[in-house]
């Protein structure tokens, strides 16, 4: 009888805790940089929602904005030591581990977005993933991120004479490092939420970004000399760490897959309106817009090309790069 009672205590302890397991379900932080209201925030609002419908309330999506857990470049640290769920980043940020993203932030190397998502959805997007998976993280999807173009406190950039002394913010990428040199500027690697501060400090004169980040980071009204030279359309990406990936049963990782595809969808539809909008308020509030037409490129692209001979560095990638750019 007693022992009747004892494992029947054992049992119900064990329902009751397995019961509680299940209530609760899992929950996967997922890191931004971008305050509430920006595009990509919107867009991981949709993938919270989704998930939690896709899989009935038991994987529950933590967003933690404006870079409260990590900037970017320590969020991707995070993400490989698995001591992070999930981060969204520009893909850049990964560019010093992966080589196929150094490849990618070559500049000028695509001639529309859409050239760039076709590269992406073929054998070079499977080759990112490849990588990403060496470094402890898998890639769910990818969100736009326009193109980039310089900024300045000085003055237009109409060619390459005008990057003279400029000292550029960059994100922490060696590609950029190396573009920024080449056109004779100096680069200053800062983190996205402290550029409105180093504007204000004058630890830089200029940086470049796409036009919704120039504009809802209010780098805008320091820095109003906008020129549209678009130098890269590397894209935004959503990664799980491995370790939180293998923490999900496959149901729970089909929902996570499915619900970051259609956020995916949502985001890419609303960025082209975001960018109008950016772009309109920058000019109502007095930035300065040099449109490429007006921006001597050519002299820009002699420099910028020499970055291909230093990051090529076999005939694997020169393949590769051609094959990019034989991509339609
Ligand atoms: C934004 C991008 C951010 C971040 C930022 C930057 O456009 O969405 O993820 O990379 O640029 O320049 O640091």
Redesign the pocket.
Known sequence: MATKSVVMRGLAILIGSTLAMLAQGKDLVLA???PQG?V?VQSEELLGTRLAELSKNDVRLQLKLNGELC??THCWDKIKAGSLDMA???L??LAKDLPAVKLLSLPYLFRSREHMWHVLAGDFGKRIEAEADKNGAVVLTY?D??E?SFYTTKGPIRSVADFNGLRI???DSPVYRELIQQLGGTPVV???DK?ADAFKSGQIDA????T???VS?GHYKFAKYYSLDAHSSVP?VLLVSKKAWLSLTPAEQKALRDAAAESSVYMKKQWAESEVQSLAKAKKEGAVITEKSQIAMVGIEGFAVKLYSKFITDSNDLNTVVNILRTK
Do not use: C, F, L
């Not at 940086?207 to 796409?210: I, T």
């Open positions: 931004e940089v971008h920006h990509i900037d970017e969204r980043v520009n850049a940020t969100y991120s326009g980039r913010r960059i994100q800062v983190p996205y550029v940086a470049e970004n796409n919704t980040s120039y980071s935004e």
